[in-house]
């Protein structure tokens, strides 16, 4: 099992350019989020999915969507990239079955934008 | 959704058992409480969860107090390894990470 895999590692990009983040789990997992994390800070949620074609507003969904077309995979699209996005971008997934709500993450996407 | 509060840092010998408090006041009858931990700049890491009582696994140890407004990790015998950002986190829908408590594991 690879577990959650995040593509790509480093990006960096431009003012107004866009860009898609991929995330992908190979656990089955119904649970599906993306989290953003800014230096010394903790970790925030941008958008989540609670299951194949269905996705949720987190915490600080302004300027990124998201799609889940798989169960597999959770896709987050930056449109207009700004200088506040720059952060480290990370990947999680859960099983919902009572109390086993354990997120398994990714190792992170660092993103800069100039 | 709870709020929960850690101090900001602490440091532990080697070897000595590492004790993390986190306060939880406003915590809800059926809410978990979850402990992650981040190494260096790496995705976050489960460590343990639990509801009222206390539970321990290979990696630590929780301590839930009988009115549920406060817990305390145990990492028993701390190693440098286990230098991190540890997260106390009531669960709700996608985890609600604060700033956590920086610790640092000294030779």
């Known amino acids: 099992n690879a577990g959650v895999t995040q593509t790509p590692k480093f990006r960096v990009l431009k003012t107004g350019q866009s860009m898609t983040l991929l995330c992908a789990q190979d656990m089955n997992h119904e649970y599906m989020y993306w989290y953003r994390q800014d230096p010394g800070m903790g970790l925030r949620l941008i958008h989540y999915s609670v299951g194949e074609g269905t996705t949720a507003k987190g915490e600080v969904p302004d300027g990124y969507n998201v799609s889940r077309l798989k169960k597999q995979n959770f896709l987050l699209g930056l449109e207009s990239a700004a200088p506040s996005q720059t952060s480290v971008y990370f990947c999680a997934s859960s099983l919902l079955t009572g109390e086993l709500y354990e997120q398994y993450f990714g190792p992170g996407t660092r993103l800069t934008v100039t | 959704d709870a709020k929960t509060t850690q101090p900001t840092s602490m440091d532990c010998a080697e070897g000595r058992a590492a004790n993390l408090p986190c306060n939880h006041s406003t915590i809800s009858g059926n809410e978990y409480v979850y402990w992650y931990r981040q190494i260096h700049s790496q995705g976050p890491q489960y460590i343990i969860h639990g509801l009222k009582n206390n539970e321990t696994n290979e990696m630590a140890s929780l301590i839930i107090t009988e009115d549920r407004k406060s817990s305390t990790l145990i990492l028993p015998h701390a190693t440098l390894r286990d230098t991190a950002v540890y997260y106390c986190?009531?669960?709700?829908?996608?985890?609600?990470f604060g700033a956590g408590t920086r610790l640092t594991v000294k030779p």
């Open positions: 986190i009531v669960r709700v829908m996608g985890m609600r």
